[in-house]
């Protein structure tokens, strides 16, 4: 009897801090979408600016997570498949980015790909410039976005047991086809969602942007470009039209993760 | 073939060390050793998924030590199967085959055809066996490497794939090499028994050879020998009576007798028992070794032409169906008879019975 009436406290006090963190995390974006959602919505319509920087974000954002979904999917499965001297060292450079202040990390891009930089410099004189263009944008949010990316690859790849590769190498697949047969497959569920997050970590970043590119504007520095310049009203209906409208995605590839039964092995 | 010339190979802690053993071309071995020995790890290094780093290995007569998996031509069977999940059993089956019909084929032989439409996710672990032999054998592959691959399957069924396998391995020429903890198992299929333990191979040979004559008293243990006595290997001044027994029954394992062999007395520690045996031990310390069904047990005196005939009392009659084990204390020294339960209950054996336990002098492997 002691034991149930321990158990149903238990489980009181787990649903009341489980209740209390999920308003902590729900409470701030649904006061913003109430507050200011419905006349961001209507203001799509009417402020091109506002348009011009969601698309802007969405195709970004969307470059900046296919570019490490392609780059960084190798290095992925390089780091969960294979040990090898240097790996742990390797690992911790790519999780470094997530460390940096996100203006201090556009710094470094601006320093890294800016005008002064050798490399910036040369791109410019090939035509193509970084800092304060599409690709600054795109730079800056593969940068911050794509350690989020590799780390949960990292464990997609690693929940895979490398003994359904080495059957298909058996059957006679070589190492390339064996991973493109096997291995992609049974990752491929931990990978959208790594790419989910990448995609949503974009989306929302601000700090190495603002640095890096100010215009054109993406909707985080036009939300902040509102603000100091207008005032919080103005500034609202620009970041709860941002959360209404990635939201969107969010929820279609949450759902095909949760709905598929691939992936989850 | 499959030929191990001191191959060693590390996975994290673990090492394979000096593995050398053969199973000639078209033949079937079977790898046995207690858990955490290397068995998988073995069979791994055999198939290139795992690499030596010294050693040679030679697959079908050709180098094969720094040959891709894919190169190796061999089938690789898992216990836990490791059956693709993102695919139908029909596309698991067929993933190595060359033709939809013979991977057909070896699935009805198995009898895994009827698994063929069914979504990987709803085998039983049995059948996942089934499905994960059938892809393997579907490639044809000149080296089948088989890691306790009957192990969910039930008793009737077990028996069945056992003898398709085995008939399948004669049909297309392959060799086989086959982990297994079932030591009847080992006996009814292998040509060769390799024994591993710690990484290393501890002996290798013919299975009837490694059960009769275990290299050491650990091995005899682990092969599940019941009377491993410790003691003290003597000459023997009467090896005439040794002598007629080799005459009469041949060498030890029923083989032909064997010039070096010679009659030794066997004293067990902390026991006035003397055991007579015929062997090639030098004296001085040693273990006798003594299988359970090579005891004989009787009423009455000289019921059997054994040179070792004991008296002593029964104090314990173990029956597992048709076989019962009955324990003989010999001058202290407990001995364990297997006999069928049928003449335990015409012996009337049960604790406090005097009887007599006799084995003959060829039964007893000094070591």
Not at chain 2, 89 to 118: C, F, K, P, Q
Not at chain 2, 264 to 285: H, K, N, Q
Request: charge should be positive; charged fraction near 20%.
């Amino acid at each position: 009897m002691a034991d149930r009436a321990l158990y149903r406290l238990a489980s009181v006090v787990t649903a009341l801090v489980a209740s209390c963190f999920l308003l902590f995390l729900a409470a701030p974006v649904g006061q913003l979408v109430s507050a200011a959602g419905a006349r961001g919505l209507a203001e799509l319509g009417s402020d091109p600016e506002l348009r011009d920087a969601l698309a802007l974000t969405a195709v970004t954002a969307t470059i900046a997570t296919v570019a490490g979904v392609v780059g960084g999917t190798p290095i992925a499965y390089l780091i969960a498949r294979y040990a090898f001297r240097g790996r742990a060292l390797l690992a911790a450079v790519l999780d470094l980015p997530l460390l940096i202040p996100h203006p201090v990390a556009g710094i470094a891009l601006l320093l890294a790909l800016g005008r002064q930089s050798p490399i910036g410099n040369a791109l410019l004189a090939a035509g193509f410039r970084i800092s304060g263009s599409r690709a600054g944008i795109i730079c800056a949010m593969l940068f911050v976005s794509a350690p989020l990316y590799l780390s949960a690859a990292r464990e997609a790849f690693a929940r895979v047991d490398p003994r359904y590769e080495a059957v298909a190498r058996t059957l006679g697949d070589p190492a390339w086809r064996a991973f493109r047969r096997v291995t992609l497959p049974l990752a491929t569920r931990g990978l959208v969602a790594a790419a989910v997050v990448m995609w949503a970590r974009a989306v929302s970043e601000f700090g190495a942007i603002v640095v890096l590119t100010y215009n054109p504007k993406v909707v985080s520095v036009l939300s902040y470009d509102r603000f100091t310049s207008y005032g919080l009203p103005e500034a609202l209906p620009v970041a709860a039209v941002l959360v209404l409208l990635a939201l969107v995605p969010l929820t279609i590839l949450r759902a095909l993760r949760y709905e598929r039964g691939a992936g989850d092995f | 073939m499959i030929e191990c010339v001191s191959v060693e190979a590390r996975v994290g802690a673990f090492s394979l060390r000096d593995v050398t053993f053969a199973v000639p071309s078209g033949g079937y071995g079977v790898v046995i050793g207690p858990a955490g020995s290397g068995k998988t790890t073995l069979l791994e290094v055999l198939g290139g998924v795992i690499r030596s780093t010294t050693g040679t290995i030679r697959l079908g007569g050709r180098d094969a030590t720094r040959l891709a998996p894919e190169a190796r031509r061999v089938g690789l069977v898992y216990q836990h199967a490791y059956l693709f999940p993102h695919l139908s059993v029909a596309r698991n089956i067929v993933y190595g085959a060359s033709g939809d019909a013979g991977a057909r084929e070896i699935a009805t032989r198995l009898g895994a055809d009827r698994l063929w439409a069914r979504d990987v996710q709803s085998l039983s672990g049995g059948e996942r066996q089934l499905v994960a032999l059938a892809r393997a054998l579907a490639r044809r592959p000149d080296v089948l490497l088989l890691d306790e691959p009957f192990s969910a399957l039930d008793p009737r069924r077990r028996a069945h794939v056992r003898r398709e396998v085995r008939a399948i391995h004669r049909e297309l020429g392959m060799t086989v090499l086959q982990v297994t903890h079932d030591f009847a198992e080992a006996g009814l299929l292998g040509d060769v028994a390799i024994l591993l333990d710690g990484g290393r191979v501890l002996q290798h040979g013919a299975p009837d050879e490694v059960f009769r004559r275990p290299a050491s008293p650990y091995i005899a243990e682990f092969l599940g020998a019941e009377n491993v006595l410790a003691g003290t290997v003597m000459p023997c001044d009467d090896g005439g009576v040794a002598g007629e027994e080799l005459a009469a029954g041949g060498g030890p394992g029923g083989g032909a007798a064997h010039a070096s062999y010679r009659a030794l007395e066997f004293r067990a520690a902390g026991t006035s028992l003397t055991i007579v045996a015929v062997g090639e031990a030098d004296p001085g310390p040693g273990h006798a070794v003594i299988r359970a069904e090579e005891i004989v047990v009787s009423r009455a005196p000289g019921a059997s032409s054994a040179r070792n005939s004991f008296r002593g009392r029964v104090i314990d009659v173990a029956t597992t169906g048709a076989l019962t084990r009955v324990t003989v204390d010999v001058d202290g020294l407990p001995l364990v008879a297997a006999l069928t339960t049928r003449s335990a209950r015409e012996l009337a054996l049960a604790p406090g019975v005097d009887v007599y336990a006799s084995f003959k002098a060829m039964a007893v492997h000094l070591c």
